[in-house]
């Protein structure tokens, strides 16, 4: 469904973040992207989410070129903080982009109720976010990209900012998330052993610009010890 062909990008002030990047994403796959800080990780979600036009190459979302941000396509960041709006509920947080979809207010509701459940925050969604601890916000986040039914799911070091245990909880819930939502994910970590857990593939990222220097499927999904 993701088609990456000789992508490459180069910002403003002449620094290339990437080379050469080619990658295909099937249909379900939850593939992990690991490599050190700087490596062009992000650089590579923010061309394929539609918000960073490349130097070179092309990216291709369900056979149509991706130019702009594509519809069916969410994303979640690191920085769950600064991405919801203080002055909103959860549920209004959750419901707004729906907009975009066209709903209505009430389904707009009933769907950001929902996804807020499947999260296990069913009970929080009357409260503002700040109200909340970084690892529920962080649920938030992801219950507004569910709510907005992505076909493709983009994460961009989504447990970076929280606590060990924290982290290992939300990755379990994503885990859990992919029996009740069919989608395909592309996560972005730093953290080996997140990457291994969570994905079925594993693309490792390194050098300067950044290339692929790896690209390999998980066959044993170690049980947590
Ligand atoms: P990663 O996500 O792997 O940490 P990034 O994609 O954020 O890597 O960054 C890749 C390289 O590009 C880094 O050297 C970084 O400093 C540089 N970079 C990232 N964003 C910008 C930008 N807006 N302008 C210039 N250089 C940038
Ligand atoms: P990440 O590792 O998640 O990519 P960073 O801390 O590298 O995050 O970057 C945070 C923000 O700063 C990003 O929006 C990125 O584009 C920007 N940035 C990173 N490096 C540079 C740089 N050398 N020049 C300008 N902006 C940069």
């Known amino acids: 469904m993701l088609d990456v062909r000789g992508l490459s ?39 394929v989410a539609g918000l960073l036009r490349p130097s070179a190459g092309e990216i291709r979302f369900d056979g149509r070129p991706v130019d702009g941000v594509p519809d069916g396509l969410a994303v979640v960041f690191q920085d769950y903080g600064r991405s919801l709006y203080p002055w909103l509920t959860v549920r209004d947080n959750v419901a707004l982009p729906l907009r975009r979809r066209g709903l209505a207010r009430p389904q707009r509701r ?12 069913g009970g929080s969604a009357g409260k503002y976010p700040w109200q909340l601890s970084g690892g529920m916000q962080q649920r938030v986040s992801i219950a507004r990209a569910l709510a907005y039914r992505p076909r493709l799911l983009l994460m961009d070091e989504p447990f970076g ?13 994503l885990l859990g998330l992919r029996g009740s939502y069919a989608m395909t994910i592309l996560l972005v970590t730093h ?22 220097r790896a690209d390999l499927p998980v066959t044993l999904p170690a049980p947590r010890e």
Not at 25 to 42: D, N
Not at 161 to 172: G, I, N, P, Y
């Open 9 to 47: 990008h180069t910002y403003p002030d002449g620094h290339p973040a990437i080379a050469g990047v080619d990658l295909s994403v099937a249909e379900g796959a939850l593939v992990s992207i690991v490599g050190p800080s700087g490596c062009g990780k992000s650089t590579l979600l923010r061309c």
């Open 110 to 121: 009933a769907a950001a109720t929902g996804a807020l459940e499947s999260v296990g925050l």
């Open 161 to 173: 900012s929280v606590d060990a245990q924290t982290r290992e909880d939300l990755e379990d819930l």
């Open 191 to 212: 953290d080996i052993d997140e990457s291994v857990y969570v994905g079925d593939r594993v693309v490792v990222f390194g050098g300067s610009p950044g290339r692929i």
